[in-house]
């Protein structure tokens, strides 16, 4: 199946810091990826859905200047989570849409806020 | 929007055959039904994916009633390293961008030796 790489896989960083999220669709174009959250032991949360050259669409309580999403090119999404705190420490996972209504997911990468 | 159930958790034993039933009466003309496995620390995996009758691959088969309300994926006799969670995702993309893409409470699947 088609591969959706996130980096980096696990970042610790203080609070206050901003740290970047990259998601990149490697074997294909993606015009749409989306960005997930998610707790121990509990499902995925959509945040957001990133289109191509276009501005990003979120869900309902998720602050957009928080959680910045770039999707600059057909193959790279980023989240950029300003400004962070120890409660934004989570599991975050990308997804991207490929074919037939396909959407395959990225490793996901693990944020600890300290 | 397209609300799935499913069971919250199975166990099996080694060697059994799996169906997991995951409900989703509120599905749309345009939605697919696509299954993934998620082991933990890990983003989800496809396994599976159908929009009506039968579908099978090398690891998989799902099964979709005409009326599409639900759906049955089956894991021929499971071993211990399919001990995951499974979700069943009920959604549409079209031009404008994703629709109906939540993912439920999913199944925490226990195989057990």
């Known amino acids: 199946g088609a591969v959706v790489s996130q980096h980096p896989s696990r970042v610790i960083c203080k609070s206050g810091t901003s740290v970047k999220i990259e998601c990149r669709s490697l074997d294909f174009q993606a015009t749409t990826m989306f960005w997930y959250r998610q707790f121990p032991k509990q499902s995925l949360m959509l945040m957001a859905t990133s289109n191509e050259g276009s501005k990003a669409t979120y869900e309902q309580g998720v602050e957009k200047d928080k959680f910045l999403i770039n999707h600059a090119s057909l193959t790279l999404s980023t989240l950029t989570v300003t400004s962070a705190h120890p409660e934004d420490s989570s599991f975050y996972i990308c997804?991207?849409?490929?074919?037939?209504?396909?959407?395959?997911f990225g490793e996901g990468s693990w944020l600890t806020v300290v | 929007l397209a609300k799935t159930t499913q069971p919250i958790s199975m166990d099996s034993y080694e060697g059994q055959e799996v169906n997991i039933t995951c409900s989703h009466n509120?599905?749309?003309?345009?939605?697919?039904i696509t299954w993934y496995q998620q082991f933990p620390s890990q983003g989800p995996r496809f396994i599976i994916q159908g929009y009506k009758t039968k579908v099978t691959n090398e690891v998989a088969s799902l099964f979709i009633p005409a009326d599409r309300k639900s759906s049955t994926l089956s894991l021929p006799r499971v071993s211990l390293s399919d001990t995951a969670v499974y979700y069943c995702?009920?959604?549409?993309?079209?031009?404008?961008?994703?629709?109906?893409?939540?993912f439920g409470t999913g199944t925490r699947l226990t195989v057990i030796p």
């Open positions: 997804s991207a849409w490929a074919l037939e209504n396909t959407i395959y």
């Open positions: 995702l009920v959604g549409d993309l079209d031009q404008t961008g994703a629709n109906n893409l939540f």
């Open positions: 509120n599905i749309a003309t345009n939605d697919y």
